[in-house]
């Protein structure tokens, strides 16, 4: 007899981690992070494939460093992701270099060569007027999805005005045939976008976009463990983050779970059916 749903599992005596989370009341939540790899070895990137590739949304691949990397090793790195069923995007930088130097149709030849699934375009650093509807027709003649980075690299911390004129801009672009937005964040999550000289996050700004787009459409730029946190702690597990190096994938993980020791106690993120202990009482646990 076949046994496929947790229930049946346990109650036959089966074991596994997925089983186990059930029993905790951890949802199966769909993949949500998009991790950044900003130019490991092949052998690191296979092997947290391996481990997390299941948990990816897309994988970034490595700024602009897949162009000067060895080809064989940046094809191979597409393929590898690919082979466990993730999704590839070139990142923004290469996108508006391309652009200033007038040589935005054979950068989209070479990604569509490679075997990327999709873009980043953005303005993080350049201020060429971009034609929204052409650079979209011209990634999708292609075959390559697109997504827009909102925000500017060197800009600082946003203002409730520069929200507002992004909103539009993101708008556009969806219209447009754009796949997702980006929220700018950099490395940093310091003085850029939705957090300020601090690091601290704006969770008002971050409501704004939300409203605006839902967040299906929109992925946040979460670099740092605080941005991270900060992000899923203001929207719960349904929030999508971005630039998340491969190593912390399992750590934000986890969090979006309630299954860190910071998340557990919190209503948002602590899975369904837990007994929350204050730290001096005592449970006595079935033999």
Known sequence: ????????????????????????????????????????????????????????????????????????VSRAKIQAAQGHG?????????????????RLPEFLDLCADMGFDRIEAG????????????????????DLDVQFELGAKHDGAFSAEVVEELVLKGH?????????????????????GLFDERGRFNGALADTFANA???????????????????????????????VRLEEVLRVEIYRRGLHSDAFGKRQLAPLSPVALEPTERIDLPS
Not at 123 to 142: C, E, K, N, P, W
């Open 213 to 243: 787009f839902g967040l299906d459409a929109i992925t946040f730029e979460a670099p740092t463990k605080p941005s991270q946190f900060a992000l899923l702690d203001h929207f719960g597990p349904a929030v999508r983050l971005c630039n």
């Open 86 to 102: 993730v999704a590839t995007v070139s990142g923004g930088g290469p996108f508006e270099i391309a652009v200033a130097q007038g």
């Open 172 to 192: 556009r672009w969806l219209e447009a045939g754009a796949e997702e937005l980006v929220i700018e964040a950099r490395e940093s999550a310091q003085g850029v």
């Open 1 to 72: 007899m076949s046994v496929s749903q947790p229930s049946e599992r346990l109650a036959a005596g089966m074991r596994s981690t997925r089983d186990f989370l059930y029993l905790l009341g951890v949802p199966d939540l769909r993949p949500a992070t998009s991790p950044f790899d900003p130019g490991y070895d092949l052998g690191t990137l296979q092997g947290h494939l391996d481990q997390s590739s299941h948990l990816m949304s897309i994988l970034k691949v490595s700024m602009a460093c897949w162009m000067v990397g060895d080809e064989k």
């Open 123 to 142: 303005q993080g650093f350049t201020r060429i007027q971009l034609d929204v509807d052409g650079i979209v027709a011209m990634a999708h003649a292609r």
